[in-house]
């Protein structure tokens, strides 16, 4: 039976809770977040122990813990969660500087416990069925990944702006998609009603010929996450809300079949069951570094008006 914790039980750490708890040989054994109410009231819920001080939740002999809680706090408290042994699953971003997300990697490694990044689209059921239909060739040579990601603005987030929060999901589906790391970012972005960038357009470039584009704001009046695909023999549209997937050709238009599922469930599972079988979660530290390492320099672009080499 794996022994579970969640740190921060907010509108996203709360969906942990739930699924935690859902979960066969999983036991929900605590949960922690500065809110007395809100802990007592889930803990109350989901039949567990609630605690204030995540401290208190570190001596519970957990086996993994995942951290939901502002990303500036995401290096202190992981430390604290690798220092107490447990294995650690950190939302996205993987810190809030490069800097302390290598510390918090190294930390991890040094320790001998596994470290994941929740990187959330990688588990949408139809980016899985994207990437195969990637890897199979369908396609063809892919020269081209372009992704929207825009729609009203969260007030719940004051310390990052669009990029770090949102954006940050397409860097990684597409570098996951290409399979390849990110070597220029030019950007274009600017604020208009937040104190950090609310609006960016984002280019990347992968090797010599190969690009990816992130458009993202908080402007648009609804939500629209999608992404398309192009390849050489091929076209692919995908629809992350929906769940869909499109295929275009020469000769046919064909969905691809999806089984829909909750990506967060997905992923817990994942990284349950990579914690379990000691194999190593994906995506890992690295990943993570490399997905904001992207996207700080997306930030330097847009307030240098030039390009960023990696």
């Known amino acids: 039976m794996i ?25 929900l054994v605590a949960i922690s977040d500065v809110s ?3 802990v007592n009231e889930l803990a109350q819920q989901y ?7 995540y401290n208190e939740l570190l001596e519970q002999n957990l086996d993994v813990i995942s951290l939901v809680v502002p990303t500036t706090l995401h290096m202190p408290i992981g430390l604290d969660v690798i220092k107490s042994g447990a294995n650690l699953l950190v939302e996205k971003p993987i810190a809030d500087t490069v800097k302390n997300a290598e510390k918090l990697t190294k930390a991890a490694k040094d320790a001998g416990v596994k470290l ?18 990637i890897d199979s060739g369908l396609l063809g040579k892919i020269v081209s990944i372009s992704a929207q990601r825009v729609g ?16 940050v999901h397409d860097i990684d589906v597409i570098s996951y998609l290409y399979g390849k790391k990110v070597n220029e970012v030019y950007s274009i972005a600017g604020a208009d009603i937040h ?14 010929e190969f690009s990816g584009i992130v458009e993202t704001n908080w402007l648009t009046p609804h939500k629209v996450r999608k992404l398309t695909v192009i390849g050489v023999d091929g076209v692919a549209y995908l629809d992350y809300i929906d769940q869909t997937l499109e295929l275009h050709d020469g000769e046919w238009i064909r969905k691809a079949k999806v089984e829909m599922d ?27 570094i490399h997905a904001l390492k992207v996207a700080m320099a997306a930030i330097e672009s847009y307030e240098k008006a030039k390009a960023i080499k990696l």
């Open 36 to 38: 007395e109410s809100r």
């Open 3 to 27: 022994r579970a914790g969640v740190i921060g039980v907010g509108a996203m750490g709360q969906h942990h809770v739930r699924i935690y708890s859902e979960m066969e040989n999983v036991e």
């Open 47 to 53: 039949k567990t122990r609630g605690f204030t001080d």
């Open 195 to 208: 104190s950090f960038e609310d609006h960016a357009a984002i280019i990347l470039r992968f090797d010599h």
């Open 152 to 167: 009203p603005y969260n007030p719940r987030i004051r310390d990052v702006g669009v990029i770090l929060d949102i954006g």
């Open 262 to 288: 909750e990506p967060l469930k997905r992923e817990l599972m994942h990284f349950v069951n990579a914690v379990s079988n000691g194999n190593e979660p994906s995506p890992s530290g690295e990943d993570g």
């Open 116 to 133: 994941m990044v929740g990187h959330i689209e990688r588990f949408n059921p139809a980016v899985t069925k994207l990437k195969e239909v």
